[in-house]
């Protein structure tokens, strides 16, 4: 038996039709119908996905605490999102910053991320990978550390259509 991929997450948030209007308008999850909003609950599907449902939001109220996972309790830090195209990730941050939800942002090497938080304070990472037809010895060399993203540099490196991950989270 191996596990091969996640197949969603679930999340408890405050207000549940904020977090689905954010992950829908900002991230472009696409609302399932059929869910349990009158019993606090949504399902969404992120684009192109085949899964039943890729996040499920729980409704548990305006007075719910901040998560103290890292700081005060154990608990998950964050989900990561990897998106198609390094255009994409572009366009992923205007949104996030327009939402005023971007938080920051990381040169892992190998990867160039967006940190952002949703409606509830939970954070997320949007990830694009360099496929590993494009990976150099430096990229890899960079991965031990975090730099700075420049993601004007990075698309002009890549270019806009430069698929994420091909040969490494997908297929070649």
Do not use: C, Q
């Amino acid at each position: 038996m191996s596990i091969f991929r996640l197949n969603h997450a679930v999340l408890y948030v405050r207000d549940l039709a904020e977090s689905v209007a954010f992950y829908r308008d900002v991230l472009g999850f696409g609302y399932i119908d059929g869910g349990d909003a009158h019993r606090g609950a949504a399902f969404l599907r992120a684009p192109g996905s085949v899964n039943d449902h890729d996040l499920g939001l729980f409704e548990i109220g305006a007075d719910a605490a901040d998560s103290g996972a890292g700081r005060t309790s154990v608990g998950l830090y964050h989900l990561a999102w990897e998106v198609d195209t390094l255009g994409d990730l572009e366009r992923l941050a205007a949104r996030l910053t327009e939402a005023g939800a971007l938080v920051g942002s990381s040169d892992h090497g190998t990867t160039k991320s967006l940190y952002a938080k949703d409606p509830s304070g939970l954070e997320f990472e949007v990830v694009w990978i360099i496929p590993r037809d494009l990976l150099t010895e430096e990229d890899r060399a960079k991965s031990a550390s975090t730099g700075r993203l420049d993601l004007a540099a990075e698309l002009a490196k890549y270019g806009p259509d430069a698929r994420s991950g091909v040969g490494i989270s997908r297929p070649s």
